[in-house]
Nanobody, 121 residues
Framework: QVQLVESGGGQVQAGDSLRLACAAS????????GGWFRQAPGKEREFVAV????????YYTDAAKGRFTVSRDDAANSVYLQMNSLKPEDTAVYYC??????????????WGQGTQVTVSS
């Protein structure tokens, strides 16, 4: 059974940092791209960042560029999202996903349950 488990969310102040982790079991994460998405209340799920299966390709939404960094540790079967200079508009439930996609949610096969990130001003 495939499971993706996110951790690292929490409530922080604007300007603070958080590091989200996504640990996979039941699949070899190194064979998949690792994506991060987020969903704010009343809004659709949106793409945040993706790291390719070899880690050489990384892509970010404009809102994340310069502040967020996606990485992976294949030995740990995990991907990470380092988020710096957080803003209130980053408040959302953050989801990790594994698949062969890029920026579209339907391109991913497996999803975590999400972790809440709340940024107060």
């Amino acid at each position: 059974q495939v499971q993706l488990v996110e951790s690292g969310g929490g409530q922080v102040q604007a300007g603070d940092s958080l590091r989200l982790a996504c640990a996979a079991s039941g699949l070899t994460f190194s064979s998949f791209a690792g994506g991060w998405f987020r969903q704010a209340p009343g809004k659709e799920r949106e793409f945040v960042a993706v790291i390719g299966w070899r880690g050489s390709i990384k892509y970010y939404t404009d809102a994340a560029k310069g502040r967020f960094t996606v990485s992976r540790d294949d030995a740990a079967n995990s991907v990470y999202l380092q988020m710096n200079s957080l803003k209130p508009e980053d408040t959302a439930v953050y989801y990790c996903a594994a698949g062969h996609g890029a920026t579209q949610a339907h391109e991913y096969d497996y999803w975590g349950q999400g972790t809440q990130v709340t940024v107060s001003s």
